[in-house]
């Protein structure tokens, strides 16, 4: 049976057919779909599937569970990987006795933001296989192949995508669960090989390391899925002497090209990108004069042909990234992999596009401001935060604020214009120190969100309290973690019932020994920045946490506030309004011929009442009975 489904979505589907019993992750797109389309079912499914605090949590919550014997995956996006790495790395050597699956999901174009990093090099550090996802149906097809391999090679195995593959959905051909004993955990003692407290011991659990990479090797160019797919796959044109090496999300833009412009050109796949199939690749080299390597981010895979066809006894023109054919940076068009054949072939291929029509899509092409949710309380703090730097005398460009990641960056936007960094996870807290440690004597304050908080904001807490930095934290705390899809977070709002124990971010931080903690309502402005001021200028380390629920999630519960509206006799059109706040529920009318300019506040407000505070004509009032 076929059925429509995105990569993670076909990823979640393999993970229910191969009788996998725990599934831990952190959100972070593009993978994050993976885990909210198991979670719906955990209850039918009888396995365990959970948000961990951290990517590393999440892998070692996973790992053991492999070790108990049990088919285990995690899933993460490519910085998540730089979280886990530290016991990814050591666990990597150790091995596995049950299938451990660590799903990752890259993202070329940076489609979702951090840094358009390429995970492959984890899979040679670390000297794990890796299986690279090139269609919705490998997304299924290849959960179950790593499986197959991880469990028969006694170690963990990646599996990787990217934006292009997970985002996007095709039909798929849906299996049948495996009928898989019922496995009982057990975990057998053996210190040589779990620990790392002797040089003889690691020693032998690199060289099994690579032992295992062998048995990948093998296990992975001779499979053919159920569906029909070869994992490697060679494809000679007699009559052709050029050729192409992909891997990954390239080869859909790369079979339309050869079908669109009839090419007859020879081509080798590699579905494991570590390691590479090498005598696969010896052979196909032998064969062509002049090859195109074909793959996303950096050229690992092209790195290795020429090292392979270095020793061959013939010349092999290698073209892509190393000879800008391609560039390092970006997703893959079909453009670009037209543009990129024509190099390789020597020849101008037709267009086939009619130029009137891109010049009209050129023209709806729709810019997409960056800017808060209606009703969003993260408006409210910036704003609050804005207002109390202005009111202690200070210039906006004077004071170093250090952003986060998640909602809270978007502060970095216009109007507010507010943070000046953002590195990653936690990484605020720590940057903030360092700019006083460097000799700023100014104020200097960190912002992040509640998930990133329980994430990695709690160590750096603790070194400033313990250091004595004087320096403020604000939390913005909306009890979810929003930005990638209101996943739950230990701090998020208990709403099914169920009995999840609600961390309280406050007695975390008296817990880490602050002392000056305030709690203010974002939508209470002049309360929430009268709390900051005081914040700002306490000696020691101070904590602001602005508590309020994101409100797109409030609005689901059917949560309402007064809404606000326009007294036009009073409106002048000043705009103050919509230039300090930018938020998408008020539209601003301009002076015509019949009508002075002034302000609309749409039936999408949401009620959070922060314009009242700004208007210097008192021309927003509450709308009261309907009116």
Not at 378 to 397: D, E, M, Q, S, V
Request: proline share 4%; with cysteine.
């Amino acid at each position: 049976m076929k059925k429509l489904l995105t990569g993670n979505e076909a990823v979640a589907e393999g993970v229910i057919e191969s009788g996998v019993e725990v599934v831990c992750g952190y959100p972070g797109t593009p993978s994050t779909e993976v885990i909210l389309t198991l979670l719906p079912q955990k209850e039918e499914l009888g396995i365990h599937i959970e948000w961990s605090t951290n990517e590393k949590v999440a892998f070692e919550i996973a790992a053991a569970a492999a070790w108990a014997g049990k088919r285990a995956l995690v899933t993460m996006k490519m910085s998540g990987v730089n979280v886990a790495a530290d016991s990814l790395a050591s666990i990597a050597y150790s091995g596995c006795t049950g299938g451990l699956v660590v799903f990752v999901a890259d993202d070329p174009g940076v489609s979702a933001g951090m840094p358009e990093e390429d995970s492959r090099y984890y899979a040679k550090s670390m000297v794990v296989p890796m299986l690279d996802l090139a269609s919705q149906q490998e997304c299924l097809d290849y959960v179950k192949l790593a499986f197959e391999i991880s469990e028969k090679i006694g170690g963990p195995i990646f599996l990787r995508s990217t934006t292009d593959i997970s985002h996007v959905a095709s039909n798929v051909e849906i299996g049948k669960k495996l009928k898989l004993e019922k496995r009982e955990a057990h975990f057998e003692r053996d210190i040589a090989k779990y620990t790392k407290a002797s040089a003889a011991w690691c020693m032998a659990q690199h060289q099994d390391a690579l032992g295992r990479l062998a048995k990948a090797s093998k296990i992975s160019d001779s499979y053919i899925t159920e569906s029909g797919i070869k994992v490697n796959e060679t494809h000679f044109e007699n009559s052709s002497k050029q050729g192409v090496i992909y891997a990954g999300a390239v080869e859909g833009n790369f079979k339309e090209a050869l079908k669109k412009y009839n090419l007859k050109l020879s081509w080798l796949k590699t579905g494991i990108v570590h390691p590479l199939p090498e005598e696969r690749m010896k052979k196909f080299l032998e064969k062509v004069d002049r090859v195109l390597v074909l793959e996303e981010l950096d050229p690992l895979v092209e790195a290795e042909v020429i090292r392979i066809a270095y020793p061959l006894n013939k010349k092999v023109e290698i073209l892509g990234k190393f000879d800008k054919t391609l560039s390092s940076i970006g997703n893959y068009s079909f453009k670009k992999i037209k543009n990129a054949l024509e190099i390789l072939l020597k020849t101008k291929f037709e267009s086939g596009q009619d130029p009137k029509i891109l010049e009209k899509a050129k023209e709806l092409e729709v810019k997409r401001p960056t800017s808060f949710c209606i009703g969003c309380p993260h408006r409210g703090t910036y704003f609050a935060l804005n207002k109390a730097i202005k009111n202690l005398k200070y210039k906006k460009n004077e004071i170093i604020i250090t952003g986060d990641i998640g909602c809270t960056i978007l502060g970095i936007s216009k109007p507010f214009e507010s943070c000046w960094t953002e590195v990653a996870m936690g990484a605020s807290i720590g940057l903030a120190q360092g700019f006083k440690w460097a000799g700023i004597k100014k104020p200097v304050i960190a912002t992040i969100g509640d998930s990133t908080f329980f994430h990695a904001g709690i160590p750096p807490l603790i070194n400033a309290v313990y250091q004595k930095v004087p320096l403020t934290v604000i939390i913005l705390d909306n009890g979810w973690t929003a930005m990638t899809g209101f996943e739950e977070n230990p701090g998020t709002i208990n709403l099914d019932g169920s009995s999840t124990k609600r961390i309280d971010i406050v007695e975390i931080c008296r817990g880490c020994g602050i002392e000056d903690i305030k709690i203010i309502d974002p939508y209470q402005s002049e309360k929430a920045t009268d709390a900051i001021m005081k914040a700002i200028e306490y000696p020691g380390v101070s904590v602001v946490v602005s508590r309020r629920e994101c409100a797109l999630q409030a609005k689901r519960r059917e949560v309402k506030f007064p809404q606000r509206k326009i007294n036009i006799d009073k409106c002048t059109g000043c705009r103050i309004c919509l230039s300090s706040l930018a938020c998408p529920a008020m539209v601003f009318h301009p002076k015509d011929a019949n009508s002075k300019a002034y302000i609309e506040i749409t039936s999408t407000c949401f009620g959070c009442g922060l314009c009242e505070f700004t208007c210097p004509a008192g021309a927003i009032e509450v709308i009261k009975d309907g009116k």
